[in-house]
């Protein structure tokens, strides 16, 4: 059942123009980007000199998409369930023999579907050097789990997010405000004492990003990951079982 | 007659904050019935609804549908439900057979029945031609249809539909109640209103709901048979005083709609109206309409909504 509503999410989703554009337009930033670096790298400035090619391109070219999917996402994510409370069609999905954990779980693996097929055509990039070059497997290997483990992460405050407001330009916002203050809340501890500093930097995506982009493969870094998707799986499924009850 | 209770409601009610949408309904629903909810705007109807399709949960009280309690076996119970919400609850951007699929595989029909069943419900809903047309250009009737169908492709036991004609032309109303007729063959269907000559051609019986109570569950028949008076109105060019009508045997009342207009009430067993035309010509009344009337329905749904028992009801309801 989780599957069925996935992949209708995601036939869904292939209808509007939205999924195209999305796919469209990352593609064309990073393929700038990735230009970009690349030439740097044939022709390296001060800054690169002494760096692999793993480390200037394809690193580079992560860091930017992670920025990207920070504004990407909540476009994607806020249609989820604020559309369907708009339209009325959550009634369908409400009046169906399906619990609320079925149809939450659904949804999202729709979008992750989505962003897999994005993170594929990410990954083309990087996998064309090895054309003419050779590349450090394992931090390309850690660097894509990087960027998956984000997009699940963003995905689930998306999700949560929509199912707050019927106004998918809210959901949006807020899902935006909450992934990029995660993004940056170690700037909140550069100016506290060290335990302050230690715990902001702790909450950080962009900070647990880094750490796998740079090759270390940490277990903390993917537990935290997962830890905050299923926080917001689970916030979703809550408050959409209070919408049957309370409201 | 099949007597197989489908549905039973249970004392439920449901507040919305300190506002209470729906207080103490109970019923029961047999096999095949077709049963009308009728009720003013905002009378608790679609609420009692959501509760019933497992949509909203009743703050109290139980609802059980072919032995199924709506809560703890709510998928179950689901299973013998088909729901049209007021707003047919489609996905625009879909195909009609896309999304009639979605919704066959959302109810859980096997893959073997899945083709059958989208089949046999297009048949029923009149939609063979449409069905790789996307819902997005299909008019307001054909959506509609649409949403009957995703309603009744797992033949559930019950289908609920909630205002099913609201926003259709004349022909199109005409179409889906003739649809909703063929439905109350073999599935029971309740069906919320306000249109009331519409629960009249299509229902076996009708529930009214106002301010969230229920005041009538009654079969449309015994509404006719328990009616205490008949009544038709005449117009008069030349009318006599109200007393001299009221003089008349068996006339039980009579009253003035306007100055040319009168509605008489009269005993049930008695065809007055006969009379009354033959009175009129003798004393040249000058009669030019005389219109029986049988909306028994009406007198009974105004009597209950807008009289004495609705601020009964209220003051009921601040205690």
Known sequence: MIFNIAFNELRRLFLSPLAWIILAIVQFLLAIFFFVLLSSYLEPGSAFRGRGLTEIVVVGMLQIAGLL???????????LFSEEQRSGSLLLLMSSPISVTEMVLGKYLGMILFLSILLLVIALMPFALLLGSKLDYGQLASGLTGLALLMSTFSAIGLFASTLTRQPAAAG???????????????????GNEQMTSVFSYLSMLRHYNNLLSGMFSSVDVIYYILLSSCFIVLSIWRLDAMRSHH | MPTETLITVDHISRYFGDHCAVSNISFTLQRGE???????NGAGKTTTMNILCGVLAASSGKVSIAGYDSVEAHSQAKMHIGYLPERPPLYLDQTVDEYLL???????ISKAKLSGALLNSKQRCGLQDVGNRLIANLSKGYQQRVGIAQAIIHSPSLVVLDEPT???????????RELISELGEDHSVILSTHILP??????DRVLIIHEGKLVLDEHLNALHKNKQHKSFSIALNKP????ELLAMEGVMSVINLDRHRFRINHQPDKNLAATV?????QAGWGLYELIPESNTLEDTFVQLTSGDIGNEQVDNKDI
């Open chain 1, 173 to 191: 916002v807020s899902a935006f405000a909450v992934i990029f203050l995660l993004w940056i809340i170690h700037i909140a501890g550069n100016t």
């Open chain 2, 102 to 108: 979605f919704c066959g595989r959302l109810r859980r």
């Open chain 2, 240 to 243: 006599p005083v109200p007393e």
């Open chain 2, 34 to 40: 077709v049963l009308g909810f009728l009720g003013p």
């Open chain 2, 166 to 176: 609201v926003g259709l032309d004349p022909i199109q109303i005409v179409e889906i």
């Open chain 2, 198 to 203: 519409e629960a009249q051609s299509v229902c």
């Open chain 2, 277 to 281: 035309a033959e009175k009129a010509v």
């Open chain 1, 69 to 79: 999917l920070v504004l990407v996402c909540p476009f994607l994510s806020m249609r």
